[in-house]
C-alpha cells in the first residue's frame, strides 16, 4: 500500500476519513479534543486501549476474540461511540529491517476497514517491539496484573503502548508549535 493510502470515507460533517502512516497528518486531521482509540490488531485477538479526551492518559481496555469480524467491527464502533473517539490508531507490525510482511497488509486492510465503517481517521503505528515492551515491564515490575489477567492474553496492554508511541509521535511531528489535535484539516490536507 502507498505510504498515504486514499480517502476512505466521508462522515455526515463532511471530514474525510483516511489512512496515514504520517503522525503530523494524522494529528492536523483532529480536533481539539477527544479520544483516541488504539487497536494492536493480531489473527487470533485485537487488544483495545484509549486516550481520555485530552489525549494525556491512555488506558487498556479489553482484548476481544477475533473470530467474527462483524462482530468486532460492532464492538469498535460501541466503543468509538461510548468514549467520544476522533481518531484510531491501529498497530502496523512491520518488519524489523522495516519491510512490509503479511501481518502487515493484513493491519493495513483493517485500518482501511475501520476508517471506512467508523468515519474516522486512522493513524498506522509502528509497532515494532510493543508485545516485548510489555513482558519487560511485566518482568521488572513496572506492570502489574489484575488477578483476572494473569496467565490471560495481553493484547490490550501491547495496545496501550501502540498508542502511547502514537501520542509522542504526535508530540514530535506537530510543527509549528501546534499541539496535536489543535485545529482541524486544511483546505488540500487530504488529496485522494
Known amino acids: 500500500m502507498a505510504a498515504d493510502l486514499a480517502a476512505m470515507s466521508v462522515d455526515r460533517k463532511g471530514a474525510t ?3 496515514t502512516r504520517d503522525p503530523a497528518r494524522f494529528g492536523t486531521s483532529l480536533p481539539e479534543r477527544g479520544a483516541l482509540l488504539g487497536v494492536d490488531p493480531g489473527p487470533k485477538r485485537v487488544g483495545v ?3 481520555d ?3 494525556r492518559l491512555v488506558t487498556p481496555l479489553e482484548t476481544l476474540r477475533r473470530r467474527d ?3 468486532l467491527r460492532e464492538r469498535l464502533r460501541a466503543l468509538v461511540r461510548a468514549r467520544g473517539v476522533v ?3 491501529v498497530g502496523h507490525p512491520v518488519s524489523m ?3 512490509i510482511g503479511p501481518a502487515a497488509e493484513a493491519a493495513e486492510r483493517l485500518a482501511a476497514d475501520l476508517a471506512a465503517a467508523l468515519a474516522r ?3 498506522l503505528q509502528d509497532e515494532r517491539l510493543s508485545t516485548f515492551a510489555v513482558e519487560a515491564a511485566l518482568r521488572e515490575g513496572r506492570l ?3 488477578r483476572r489477567e494473569r496467565g490471560g492474553p495481553l493484547d490490550h496492554y501491547a495496545a496501550a503502548v501502540i498508542l502511547e508511541d502514537a501520542l509522542t509521535a504526535l508530540a514530535r511531528h506537530a510543527g509549528g508549535g501546534r499541539v496535536p489535535g489543535a485545529g482541524g484539516a486544511r483546505g488540500g490536507e487530504f488529496p485522494a
Request: net charge positive; hydrophobic share 45%; glycine share 12%.
Open 87 to 89: 481518531g484510531l490508531v
Open 69 to 71: 469480524e462483524a462482530r
Open 97 to 99: 529491517d522495516g519491510r
Open 49 to 51: 486501549a484509549v486516550t
Open 17 to 19: 476519513a483516511f489512512v
Open 144 to 146: 502489574r496484573l489484575r
Open 121 to 123: 481517521p486512522v493513524l
Open 53 to 55: 479526551p485530552g489525549r
